[in-house]
């Protein structure tokens, strides 16, 4: 074995080195990263949550709005959003579906305020609406505590002499 080590070119030598370095350096690089990342990743089922009890809460809307606008642009969007949310699976898919129930949220609920409702269910809208803004404000705390750790990792990413091996960690935002 010593005699076949010793009749290795030199350069080959060089080049098998170089290849451990590097493969050890990026090797270490993505330990590190996927450590970072996995820290904050502890935090997203908070957010799952909040977003799960929110597409709830918009499948109430949804009910109303079927009762009373139900071919409304604003009913049809609603939906969409609802079954977005509930389909995102990555971090800056929940940010931007959540954006989408939000606003959908809100054109239902002009559209709504355009018709002639029983009480029972103008006091339902009020509650769900409210609702909504709490879970919101509940998945802003929440999407913060995750935003925090997910800062780390990016700061992780950017000391990486490997960084262009990574994909950037995204947070809710």
Known sequence: MKEKLNKLPQAAGIAILVVCIFGGVALG?????????REANKSLPAVEQILS??????????????R??????????LKDARNA????RSAEEMYDANLRLSGAAEAAHIALN??????TDKKLLTGVLDELLSSQLQLERESGNYNEKIDEAVSVYHKLPTQFLHEEPKGFE
């Open 114 to 119: 355009q018709v002639d409702m029983t009480e």
């Open 29 to 37: 690089n993505s330990n590190a990263l996927r450590s970072a990342t």
């Open 68 to 77: 009373y606008i139900p071919q409304s642009d604003a009913t049809a969007q």
């Open 53 to 66: 009890e929110r597409t709830g809460k918009a499948s109430n809307l949804v009910t109303l709005c079927e």
């Open 85 to 88: 949310v509930s389909a995102a």
